[in-house]
């Protein structure tokens, strides 16, 4: 029985609590607050919520949450600016730039 | 083209716009502060969020002891996590010179009562486990010294702002300032608005010089590069921003938040000017620097880099104060400390524009001064 009340429970916070950024955590429900705030470009998301900020650097949810402004504002998505990608694209261990030469 | 009025209308984003701001509002101003792009879009957002009263200059020590009481307070005021973490300052010494230096700026900063000492090379590998010692002489480690996150405090203020009655207005770009007989009188906006307003505080960072210029004064304020990385989240290791003056040294520390660590160094020769563009210099030798101090640092991935301007001024201390022009006020050419500055300048330069006097007289932070001896705790 205690099982059972447990699944249910579960169940319930999974269905209200969807993660879109994974790296960093950000649920829906926080994006949406931060647009209805004013946040309302990717860049300005980003720095409230750290959103594309994690180890994907974005590539999972950007285009998510341009969907999201979209829907909230009514700016496309398609001509949202996405935040500057900064170099290294994929991370790498510090020891390992720190043995780069240039080449 | 619409008029409107305000008390003071502030020009800027920033930490130093928004506290200030938040300060005025709640001492009763009509606060608008207007910014060209987004809040924390110029070199707020850059900033790796270290706070520290372990400085040379007495003015500098007073009002950083301020600010740390007013961050230690932040949370409360602002109804905000603002990440306010006590983990302190620990200033590196690998020669006999700099460790004299060290000893000589505890002295002036202990006589303000700050909790701060000169620690052994082994005190400083107890606080910082796994710390390359090698030539190391100690350290000055101040434990009352902190982080917190840029953009909480920042956002804070600002809805604080908003809370208090204010205006805080984005993509709003500052194009003039009206004066007559060399007092304000109103503000032009990208957006065709016209402040009328008695009061304007110029809160630009490196583009303060321009909004001077507006009002035909000149202000000796200078921009560089400084680049900074970010790494992944990793188990906490050690609490104090470590930092190494050696001119191929640097300074970062973990972010406690989230476990990040932010660090960066300063450019030997520097950098002059507004670019902001990350190099591939400094991916590949601040790396070098964080892992010839911290060596288990190595496997740690760096997610991101970035660069941002330093607002310097001749002497390395804020110019903070009034201008030429009545009624217009500047703070600004912070010299790469504007966060941790932030609070009690924003404090006390409200009470300047507000009611004449700030209870830390800032008359060595003056526009007019004469710019002496530099600040040797950049
Ligand atoms: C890599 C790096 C690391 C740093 N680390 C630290 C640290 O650890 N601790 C610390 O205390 N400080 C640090 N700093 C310094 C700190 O970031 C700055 O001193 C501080 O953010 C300055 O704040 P500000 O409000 O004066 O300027 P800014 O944050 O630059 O704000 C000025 C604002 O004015 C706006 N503006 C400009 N012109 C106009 C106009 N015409 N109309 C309207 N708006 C306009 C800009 O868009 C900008 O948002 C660091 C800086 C860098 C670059």
Not at chain 2, 171 to 185: A, L, M, Q
Not at chain 2, 206 to 235: K, N, Q
Not at chain 2, 354 to 375: W, Y
């Amino acid at each position: 029985m205690g099982g059972k009340t447990r699944r249910t429970a579960r169940k319930r916070t999974a269905k209200k609590v969807t993660v879109v950024c994974r790296c960093e955590e950000v649920t829906e429900d926080e994006i949406r607050r931060a647009i209805r705030e004013g946040h309302q470009t990717l860049e300005q998301i980003k720095r409230k919520l750290r959103t594309g900020m994690g180890h994907c650097q974005g590539r999972g949810c950007l285009r998510i949450i341009a969907q999201m402004v979209e829907e909230e504002t009514g700016f496309p998505a398609s001509e949202q600016k996405l935040p500057t990608s900064r170099p290294p694209l994929k991370p790498l261990p510090l020891d390992l730039l720190a043995r780069y030469d240039g080449e | 083209m619409a008029s409107r009025t305000a008390d003071t209308v502030i020009v800027g984003g920033g930490i130093i716009g928004a506290a200030t701001g938040y300060y005025l509002a709640k001492s009763g101003h009509k606060v608008v502060l207007l910014e060209r792009s987004f809040p924390c879009s110029g070199a707020t957002g850059r900033c790796i969020g270290g706070i520290r009263a372990q400085f040379t200059h007495d003015l500098s020590i007073r009002v950083m002891i301020e600010s740390i009481r007013l961050f230690s307070e932040l949370n409360d005021e602002l109804g905000e996590t603002v990440h306010w973490h006590q983990g302190g300052y620990l200033f590196l010494a690998f020669d006999e010179p700099r460790k004299q230096a060290f000893l000589e700026a505890i002295k002036v900063q202990r006589n303000y009562g700050l909790d701060v000492e000169f620690i052994s090379s082994a005190e400083c590998g107890q606080i910082v486990p796994g710390l390359n010692r090698e030539g190391l002489l100690g350290g000055a480690y101040c434990p009352t010294d902190g982080q917190a996150d840029p953009f909480h405090v920042t956002y804070g203020y600002l809805a604080g702002i908003k809370r208090l009655g204010g205006e805080v207005r984005v993509d709003t770009e500052v194009t003039g300032i009206n004066t007559r007989d060399s007092k304000v009188v109103s503000v032009l906006t990208s957006k065709g608005d016209e402040f009328f307003c008695p009061n304007v505080l110029n809160a630009a960072g490196a583009w303060s010089d321009e909004i001077c210029r507006m009002a035909g004064i000149e202000v000796p304020i200078a921009p560089d590069r400084h680049e900074s990385l970010v790494t992944e989240a990793v188990e906490r290791l050690f609490d104090p921003m470590l930092v190494d003056y050696r001119s191929d040294g640097c300074y970062f520390v973990q972010h406690i938040g989230t476990g990040h660590f932010v660090g960066c160094y300063t450019p030997v020769p520097l950098v002059p000017g507004r670019n902001m563009d990350a190099t591939d210099e400094f991916i590949t030798e601040m790396p070098r620097r964080m892992v010839r101090l911290v060596p288990k640092l190595g496997q740690v991935k760096v997610l991101r880099q970035w660069a941002g301007s330093y607002c310097m001024t001749p002497d390395g201390s804020p110019i903070c104060g009034r201008t030429p022009v009545e009624g217009l006020y500047i703070s600004s050419g912070m010299s790469g400390h504007g966060f941790m500055f932030g609070p009690a300048l924003g404090k006390l330069m409200a009470e300047l524009i507000a009611c004449g006097k700030p209870s830390i007289p800032l008359d060595q932070f003056a526009p007019d001064r004469e710019f002496g001896k530099a600040e040797a705790m950049k």
